[in-house]
């Protein structure tokens, strides 16, 4: 195929990507998940020690590494919020709460695999970014890269 048509193609899915997820009601729920992609940027330092995990109702809920960092994330709660809002476009969080991390146990018996969060490498997201660079509308490449992120860091199973 020539690279004409490739573009041609890629530009097509580029113009149908906002219509789809317009038409789909997905817009809220793509704001909202963005947090999961740049919590790194909105939170800082500390992100390290703190995962998001889900977000129901509006609110989000954070798993945190040991109780000192929940202490400090408690501490910082509303300036989080405030951060975490600013950050979105469409939607805002009502609260965040904050869990300790379980404690690895090892079990003889599998339980049924939850979703988990695992973002994928920095190497992944940079290859995908090249893929798509060709987008000219940056709203567009920005929903697409987020909606990419999004679908290869929800896994099932364990570890």
């Not at 890629?10 to 990507?17: F, T």
């Not at 038409?23 to 909202?32: I, T, Y």
């Not at 501490?75 to 805002?92: A, C, F, Q, T, V």
Request: proline share 3%.
């Amino acid at each position: 195929m020539s690279r004409r048509k490739y573009n041609h193609r890629r530009s097509l899915i580029a113009d149908l990507l906002p219509n789809i997820v317009r038409q789909k009601g997905w817009e809220v729920q793509v704001d909202l998940h963005s947090i999961f992609e740049d919590w790194r940027h909105i939170v800082g330092h500390d992100a390290d020690y703190a995962t998001p995990e889900v977000i129901v109702k509006n609110v989000l809920f954070v798993r945190v590494e040991n109780s000192a960092w929940m202490q400090q994330f408690q501490y910082r709660k509303m300036e989080l919020l405030d951060s975490l809002n600013d950050h979105l476009r469409l939607s805002r969080l009502t609260d965040i709460k904050f869990k300790l991390a379980a404690k690895k146990k090892r079990h003889k018996k599998a339980k049924k695999a939850a979703v988990r969060f695992e973002p994928p490498s920095g190497q992944e997201q940079e290859d995908f970014r090249k893929q798509i660079e060709i987008i000219t509308n940056e709203k567009v490449r920005e929903s697409l890269m987020r909606l990419w992120y999004l679908s290869h860091s929800c896994k099932r199973g364990s570890k």
